[in-house]
């Protein structure tokens, strides 16, 4: 069955550090995969997606390429700040499955001024 | 606001009493999503609305959850005879088929005792 496996947090950055999240599914055919992020005291929000392969998806200064060869959708960004902590999902979903989403466990960001 | 609406927003009761969780979603959107997120874990999938009819209900871990949604709009989750195993907090989401665009009310935290 699909899967998403995400890298273990937390993980707690200064202000200005690069971010990399890792995040690598397990899926038959061509998913589509997502990052969602939810902020305290918030309801789950998308953050960016990508569709097919070589696709770069990309908001607020957030990052991930789809690489189907090594089948990984890592996030990343070149400067956090502290409004950027929060919990972040990767996800995927299969168009036959009407955008039913499969996600990770979460990995959990702060980031200290 | 606009946003997915889901009451109550806490729920305490006790093993074995019935619960019914509500969800309101965005206005227009066809699709409607029950996942449930037991702490420091993803969202797992319940079930799959595409206007009143479950499309998908292949995540309800057994027959004591049951969700309607009469009209196409509101929907409501019902557990019965609840567990204390039930814990967790119930995410509900909304939005168009195969975009993979969910949009996600904050969640009912369920407590069984």
């Known amino acids: 069955g699909n899967s998403v496996t995400q890298m273990e947090g937390p993980v707690t950055l200064s202000e200005e550090a690069f971010l990399t999240i890792n995040c690598t599914y397990t899926a038959t055919g061509y998913p589509s995969l997502f990052w969602y992020v939810q902020y305290p005291g918030e309801g789950l929000q998308l953050l960016l997606k990508a569709t097919k392969a070589d696709d770069k998806g990309s908001n607020k200064g957030f990052e991930a390429t789809y690489r189907k060869e090594t089948t990984s959708f890592h996030l990343e960004k070149g400067s956090v700040q502290v409004s950027d902590s929060a919990v972040y999902f990767c996800?995927?979903?299969?168009?036959?499955?009407?955008?039913?989403?499969?996600f990770g466990e979460g990995t959990q960001l702060t980031v200290n001024p | 606001g606009a946003g997915v609406s889901q009451t109550p927003s806490n729920k305490v009761t006790e093993k074995g009493k019935y619960v019914e969780l509500r969800c309101d979603p965005i206005s227009g959107h066809t699709a409607l999503y029950w996942y449930r997120q037991s702490l420091g874990q993803g969202p797992e999938f319940l079930i799959y609305f595409q206007g009143t009819g479950a499309a998908d209900d292949s995540g309800l871990p057994n027959d004591r959850f049951f969700a309607v949604r009469p009209e196409g709009s509101v929907s409501t989750l019902k557990i019965q005879r609840t567990e204390r195993g039930d814990s967790a907090v119930y995410l509900c989401?909304?939005?168009?088929?195969?975009?993979?665009?969910?949009?996600f009310g904050e969640g009912s935290r369920l407590t069984v005792l």
């Open positions: 996800a995927l979903s299969k168009e036959t499955s009407g955008s039913r989403l499969t």
């Open positions: 989401a909304s939005g168009t088929p195969n975009t993979g665009e969910l949009f």
